[in-house]
């Protein structure tokens, strides 16, 4: 919601999808930057394999992946390959550097 309310145009795909399923949708729709949001410890594991094999099929040369989400972290971000956000006001921020190249 916020996201689109500063003019980012935002599919959402729902809750509890698989990796396979996420990935599907990236390659159908080839987003500039997906992002995930855990609201549980126990979906992070999924975040974590949509990154992995998004690298491994080569749809993260032209694609940033960021994460949210209560039991998200800056370090858990960094130790899987994305950018982290802690709540909805930066992930606007973030996704506004992405976008533009800048460094964040």
């Known amino acids: 919601m916020m996201l689109e309310s500063a003019g980012f145009e935002v599919l959402n795909i729902g809750v509890n999808k698989s990796a396979k399923e996420i990935i ?10 997906l992002g995930m949001s855990a609201m549980l410890t126990t979906t ?12 491994e099929e080569g749809l993260t040369e032209n694609m940033k992946i960021m994460i949210g989400g209560a039991p998200t972290s800056q370090i858990f971000a960094e130790k899987i390959g ?5 709540d909805a006001s930066a992930a606007v921020e973030t996704a506004k550097k992405l976008i533009s190249g800048a460094v964040v």
């Not at 599907?24 to 930057?33: A, L, Q, R, S, T």
């Not at 992070?44 to 690298?55: F, G, L, R, S, T």
């Not at 994305?82 to 802690?86: D, H, L």
């Open 82 to 86: 994305a950018y982290y956000s802690p």
């Open 24 to 33: 599907e949708k990236v390659k159908e729709y080839k987003p500039d930057i």
């Open 44 to 55: 992070m594991v999924n975040m974590k394999e949509v990154i992995d094999i998004a690298k």
